[in-house]
């Protein structure tokens, strides 16, 4: 099958073709995306890259998508891409979390927490159950460096940032340092949810931010009480 996977999630991306099949995967070329310049730069690059392999659009069999969290407008400009070739082809599509692809790269079995810096003193955390090449989600949410060390004590916690990684480790939560995952790691995580049937619609297609965006927050509307 020739996954086509996109990561426009975090500070720089990547877009990748990868011919995978059940007993090996092999990548025809990852493609280095510059943060900031995604909306510019992601369909050009789809383009180039399958006339560069002379492949068209039809012999793509399915798509994989990084859904977040991360940046809100990068996000959307690479789900939208996504969602619109997925649709007009009738692909299926497979998405993948930034923090399942760290907790499956980090290699470790068992109860294994990903995180990721999310700013503003907070950090993104993702709390799987590990098997093999199966990530359980147990829940993503949003968390202080405080709020952390108390959720990650005893337990298994991963970082592909350094610079998290030297600040939580400060901090007393002990972190191990892991490569971050690239659009083709995203690519081979994706094959194997499209073989257990883990497909999801254009229409069903949407981001996961973990923490709302600032104007959402602004013009929220607080909740009316019975009184």
Do not use: W
């Not at 659009?57 to 891409?81: W, Y």
């Not at 108390?150 to 480790?169: C, F, H, I, S, Y």
């Amino acid at each position: 099958m020739l996954i086509l996977g996109v990561d426009t999630s975090g500070k720089n991306g990547g877009i990748v073709l990868v011919h995978c099949e059940t007993e090996a995967s092999r990548t025809l070329e990852l493609v280095p995306l510059e943060g900031g310049t995604f909306s510019a730069q992601l369909v050009p690059q789809i383009a180039a890259l399958l006339e560069k392999h002379g492949i068209t659009k039809h012999q793509i069999g399915a798509f994989a998508v990084v859904s977040g969290p991360g940046s809100f407008t990068g996000l959307r400009v690479g789900l939208a891409a996504i969602k619109a070739l997925a649709e007009i082809l009738k692909k299926p599509i497979a998405v993948v979390s930034r923090l399942e692809a760290s907790v499956l790269g980090s290699k470790r079995e068992g109860r294994v927490t990903a995180v990721l810096d999310a700013g503003r003193g907070e950090v993104y955390a993702g709390t799987y159950s590990v098997q093999g090449e199966r990530a359980n989600c147990l829940g993503e949410e949003i968390l202080s460096t405080g709020s952390l060390l108390e959720r990650a004590a005893g337990e298994t916690v991963v970082a592909a940032d350094p610079k998290l990684a030297d600040l939580l480790n400060e901090h007393g939560v002990k972190v191990i340092r892991i490569q971050a995952p690239r659009a083709d790691a995203i690519a081979s995580i994706a094959f194997h949810k499209l073989q257990c049937g883990e497909a999801v619609t254009p229409e069903a297609l949407d981001a996961t931010y973990i923490r709302r965006s600032d104007a959402e927050t602004k013009f929220a509307r607080p909740t009316l009480r019975d009184d």
